[in-house]
């Protein structure tokens, strides 16, 4: 594919598109993560008083 194609821009934007869609995928299974570690952290504390 090369720059000088009448369509280049427009496949460029569907893939940057589909790049971008992937990360906000990934963002709620980290901030799952990271609550549970957080609810196991006080659990444990709690256990540990």
């Known amino acids: 594919m090369s720059c000088c194609r009448p369509e280049y821009r ?5 893939q940057e598109e589909k790049v971008n ?7 709620p299974l980290l901030v799952k993560i990271i609550i549970v570690i957080i ?8 256990f540990l008083l």
């Open 39 to 46: 609810s196991a952290a006080a659990i444990g504390t709690a």
């Open 10 to 14: 427009k496949v460029v934007n569907e």
């Open 21 to 27: 869609q992937q990360g906000k995928d990934s963002l």
